[in-house]
């Protein structure tokens, strides 16, 4: 009986090493810690206005911080896709050190006009006379700008050195670091709340607790790169790269994100200039401002797609990682893209789940709520257009053909505004308008992307098929050349023992 008790124990072992060592279980284990973070990150953000809010004059502070966190999570969003360079293109220690003095460059570069933006009259410009905010307010978002000016910096380093890590399959590390960033905010607010900042200046308060997270992330991802990467790194050049091979990968990631990233902004702005009344317009406003995040919670986690096809389609930096099929990461994409639709007509296409929901746990008023079902509706159909695109632009990285996505951030800015401005003719308003528009404009970027991928896995097949025909005529003519040889030497030889016959004779 023990006997058999160790024979089961072994083969129940054996079984699950074999599971745990699968494609799919890998590929799980990869992007789960991802999606995990990707969804308690507004937890965070949530925490940082609430720090605000006890503060005595709570209005101003909570708006000044709100604009000037927006202003910079911006040029964070478009100075993270430097991620995808640190997963694609660094192979060695002379690539890792240019790209870490690039991305640096790009740092210092936004810092400097976040400091330009609070020391010159082109904040003034950009906060009181676009905004048309109080005077209050605009000194507040100023310096705001000034304290938050080197956190894109630390952010960035923080992302570049998190790509080379996820090119290892390191992604529990990545999550794990971007969790801690988010109880590290939490833990600084606690503590901050407790001190004289909240009455001396309660701005200081969240913008510290920002630095304090950004910091601790980006102290775990580095201790984990020079344990586990850096040391593995080559020393000589393993794939030559230049500053401008680096430029014409990242630009076209770059332009496609800030596309992404202003979309909600015009949105906004369009649906409530476009309003019949100011009424009709704050209402409208209100909606977009209920739906998109709930929407986005659901949807917003399959980009979580796109580091997938680039970490486990090479071998890594020291060729030694697992490479999965593309057949495989193609049905794993499908089967999450699958759940995230399940989720999102199982909770939006369901008015009771749907209501309840934007009562008890947004918090609107059941009018406000009764106006979001309908735009809900809508981004329930947004998760098949992010399972397409994510997977297709992470293949396209892979292959570094960057420059075939660009496109998609233009056809979705120019759907987005002309059916923002022909809608309002067929009857429609509102942010059930912007909302369609939204829609059908990430669906257009999708099929964008879906015609670049088509067009160089043509051009891909067409090579490869080229390249076999060329190496077809090269043996056809070798051996051609190998028979006109073999003549040539047999009739050498006749008429050598002819010749020899003849002076025998």
């Not at 799980?28 to 308690?40: D, E, R, S, Y």
């Not at 410009?125 to 080197?150: G, P, Q």
Request: glycine share 4%.
């Amino acid at each position: 009986e023990l006997n058999w008790l160790l024979m089961y124990k072994d083969t129940l072992r054996d079984h699950l090493s074999k599971l745990w060592a699968n494609d799919y279980v890998l590929l799980t284990k990869f992007i789960a810690p991802l999606i995990f973070t990707n969804l308690v990150v507004d937890i965070g953000e949530q925490f940082l206005n609430r720090s605000v809010a006890r503060s005595a004059d709570a209005v101003n502070v909570l708006a000044s911080f709100g604009l000037a966190y927006v202003f910079v999570k911006f040029f964070v969003g478009v100075l993270d896709e430097m991620k995808q360079v640190g997963l694609v293109l660094v192979q060695d220690k002379v690539a890792y050190k240019k790209v870490l003095l690039y991305s640096s460059f790009q740092g210092i570069c936004v810092a400097i006009f976040l400091v330009l933006l609070a020391k010159t009259q082109i904040g003034v410009w950009a906060i009181k006379d676009l905004h048309e905010t109080s005077t209050i307010v605009t000194d507040l978002t100023r310096s705001a700008f000034l304290y938050l000016s080197v956190y894109p910096l630390i952010d960035l380093i923080a992302w570049y050195h998190g790509g080379i890590l996820l090119q290892d399959h390191h992604g529990f590390i990545v999550g794990c670091a971007s969790l801690a960033d988010i109880i590290g905010q939490v833990i600084a607010i606690a503590i901050l709340l407790y001190t004289p900042l909240v009455c001396v200046n309660p701005i200081v308060v969240p913008i510290l607790a920002s630095y304090a997270g950004v910091v601790l992330r980006l102290v775990i991802i580095l201790v984990a790169f020079f344990r586990t990467i850096f040391p593995k790194m080559r020393k000589e050049v393993v794939v030559p790269i230049t500053i401008w091979k680096v430029t014409t990968f990242a630009s076209p990631l770059m332009f496609t994100m800030t596309i992404q990233r202003i979309s909600r902004p015009l949105v906004n702005l369009l649906v409530a200039r476009l309003a019949p009344s100011k009424c009709a317009a704050t209402e409208a406003l209100a909606v977009l401002t209920a739906t998109y995040p709930l929407g986005h919670i659901v949807y917003g986690w399959l980009n979580e797609l796109r580091p997938i096809i680039p970490a486990f389609g090479q071998a890594g930096i020291d060729k030694s990682n697992r490479v999965i099929s593309g057949a495989k990461m193609g049905i794993f994409s499908f089967v999450l893209t699958a759940v995230s639709a399940l989720i999102c007509f199982s909770t939006f296409w369901i008015p009771a789940v749907s209501i309840s929901i934007l009562e008890y746990v947004v918090g609107v008023s059941y009018k406000l709520a009764l106006q979001s079902v309908i735009p809900l509706k809508m981004f329930a159909f947004l998760c098949f257009a992010v399972g397409i695109r994510a997977p297709l632009t992470g293949w396209l990285t892979l292959h570094k053909q960057t420059k075939l996505i660009a496109p998609s951030g233009a056809v979705r800015v120019a759907t987005c505004l002309t059916l923002l401005f022909t809608l309002p003719y067929l009857g429609l308003s509102g942010a059930s308008m912007g909302v369609l528009a939204l829609v059908f404009s990430f669906f257009t970027e999708s099929i964008t992307v879906v015609v670049a991928a088509s067009i160089y896995a043509f051009w891909v097949v067409c090579k490869a098929r080229r390249s076999k025909l060329l190496r077809r005529n090269e043996i056809e003519c070798s051996l051609v050349k190998d028979d006109i040889d073999k003549e040539n030497n047999n009739d050498l030889s006749a008429i050598v023992t002819n010749h020899k016959n003849n002076l025998s004779d």
